[in-house]
């Protein structure tokens, strides 16, 4: 994805599906509804994860002339450039998929985000290489580097060897949804169109091996409270028909076991609410923090493995734990103490005052503004 600001304009790639992306750009248009955000991308179609951003005014979509042959070669080559000076674009931001090698030598200010500095989210080895290879790259073309927290901030010092003093920590803010209230009646409703049982731990993710599910039913096998079920929101995969449920008999926990496919964006916050507690089984992707401030903004408790990025955006407001022995303990003492829950509780809605869109977006100005500011001053 790509993002950049100048005077009054910002780049975002169309074809992107990041939510980090997603997010940056509503909270840049929400709070500078003054500038105009562009959208650049190499295909000429609707992306139905960003057609809710249009309903802003002050985004736009723009695509490569008919006449170019190669639209990949304009994206990530010097058409873009070229197309970005001609809309009055001052700064080009990349996220994840690099900086189009046109801007290279240009002295155009640059802004590059990595959400995942190492590309382990990536599928298989040869297109792990590939996108270090075109994060190195960026990282040599960008002015400031940016990334989402502190361990992910050292990782590109180390890896791709870039100048701390350029590596800035930007924190994503929460969905807005979040702060949606629920109408007291709505909870029964919910509970019978989703089949919902009356005390259960949540868990929303892609159910396969690489979320650690194993280890979150066996701390739900071990809870005292033995009439706690397990829901988990997502897609049947493989992994879930032939491990996930096998494990759930073998751990005498299928009883109190409940899969749901997709819960719905507006009903999401609610369910949140409803459930005794959000797990989250790991926490070193982007997508797995996001969530840890996406349920402590719902109000819901969160108990999440314990980890350096969960505790930098979790802060007192999370259950952190090392095993499912550990993390069974400590989330029976909570549910069995109200006052250590509503104490948990409020200290998690305190500390997403952090992650709002505003700090977002006045963040991400001031770097936008910084880098443009030392380019002027640099050709002065």
């Given at each position: 994805?790509v993002v950049?600001?100048?005077?009054?304009?910002?780049?975002?790639e169309?074809?992107?599906?990041?939510?980090y992306?997603?997010?940056?750009?509503?909270a840049?248009?929400k709070?500078y509804?003054d500038?105009?955000?562009?959208?650049?991308?190499?295909?000429n179609?609707?992306?139905?994860r960003?057609?809710?951003?249009?309903?802003e005014?002050?985004v736009?979509?723009?695509f490569?002339?008919?006449?170019?042959?190669?639209k990949?070669?304009?994206y990530?080559?010097s058409?873009?450039?070229?197309?970005a000076?001609g809309?009055?674009?001052?700064t080009?931001?990349g996220?994840?998929d690099?900086?189009?090698?046109?801007?290279a030598g240009?002295n155009?200010?640059?802004?590059?985000?990595?959400?995942?500095p190492?590309?382990?989210?990536?599928?298989?080895?040869?297109?792990r290489m590939?996108?270090?290879?075109?994060?190195r790259?960026?990282c040599?073309i960008?002015?400031?580097?940016?990334?989402?927290?502190?361990?992910?901030?050292q990782?590109?010092?180390?890896?791709?060897h870039?100048?701390?003093?350029?590596v800035?920590?930007v924190?994503?803010c929460?969905?807005?949804?979040c702060?949606?209230?629920?109408p007291?009646?709505?909870?029964?409703i919910?509970?019978?169109?989703y089949?919902?049982?009356?005390?259960?731990?949540?868990y929303k993710?892609?159910l396969?091996?690489d979320?650690?599910l194993?280890e979150?039913?066996?701390?739900i096998h071990?809870l005292?409270?033995?009439k706690i079920?397990v829901?988990?929101i997502?897609y049947r995969?493989d992994?879930?028909?032939?491990v996930?449920?096998?494990?759930?008999?073998?751990?005498?926990?299928?009883?109190?076991?409940?899969?749901?496919?997709?819960?719905?964006?507006?009903?999401?916050?609610?369910?949140?609410?409803?459930?005794?507690?959000?797990?989250?089984?790991?926490?070193e992707?982007s997508?797995?923090?996001?969530?840890?401030i996406?349920?402590?903004r719902s109000?819901?408790?969160?108990?999440?493995k314990?980890?350096a990025?969960?505790?930098?955006?979790?802060?007192?407001g999370v259950i952190?734990?090392?095993?499912?022995?550990?993390?069974a303990?400590?989330?029976?003492?909570?549910?069995?103490?109200e006052?250590r829950r509503?104490e948990?509780?409020?200290a998690?809605?305190a500390?997403t005052e952090?992650?709002?869109?505003k700090?977002?977006?006045?963040?991400?100005?001031?770097?936008?503004?910084?880098?443009?500011t030392?380019?002027?001053l640099y050709?002065e």
């Open positions: 994805m950049g600001y100048g005077g009054r304009k910002i780049i975002m169309n074809d992107d599906t990041s939510y992306g997603r997010i940056l750009i509503k840049l248009a709070n509804p500038n105009y955000y562009i959208l650049y991308s190499p295909k179609e609707s992306n139905k960003l057609t809710a951003l249009f309903n005014d002050s736009r979509v723009k490569p002339r008919n006449y170019v042959h190669s990949s070669r304009w990530t080559g058409g873009i450039v070229r197309s000076k809309h009055g674009v001052n080009f931001h996220i994840d690099g900086i189009a090698s046109g801007f240009s155009f200010p640059t802004v590059f985000t990595m959400t995942d190492l590309y382990h989210c990536a599928n298989g080895w040869v297109e590939l996108m270090q290879r075109r994060a790259k960026a040599k960008a002015k400031r580097v940016i990334a989402l927290n502190e361990v992910d901030r990782a590109i010092i180390d890896h791709y870039v100048n701390p003093d350029n800035e920590v924190h994503p929460f969905f807005d949804g702060d949606d209230s629920v007291d009646n709505m909870f029964e919910l509970r019978e169109k089949h919902l049982p009356q005390k259960f731990i949540l993710g892609r396969d091996k979320d650690n194993i979150a039913m066996k701390l071990e005292r409270n033995r079920s829901v988990m997502g995969t992994f879930f028909d032939h996930i449920k096998e494990e759930a008999h073998n751990l005498h926990i299928f009883h109190r076991f409940k899969q749901v496919d997709k819960v719905h964006q507006a009903d999401l916050t609610a369910v949140c609410k409803m459930a005794q507690a959000v797990i989250l089984p790991t926490s992707r997508r797995d923090l996001f969530k840890i996406n349920a402590q109000g819901a408790l969160v108990i999440c314990d980890s990025k969960a505790r930098e955006f979790g802060a007192d952190y734990y090392d095993s499912p022995h550990d993390g303990e400590k989330l029976s003492d909570v549910l069995e103490d006052n509503a948990i509780l409020k998690a809605y500390n952090r992650f709002t869109a700090e977002l977006a006045d963040h991400m100005i001031h770097i936008y503004r910084s880098v443009l030392h380019r002027r050709i």
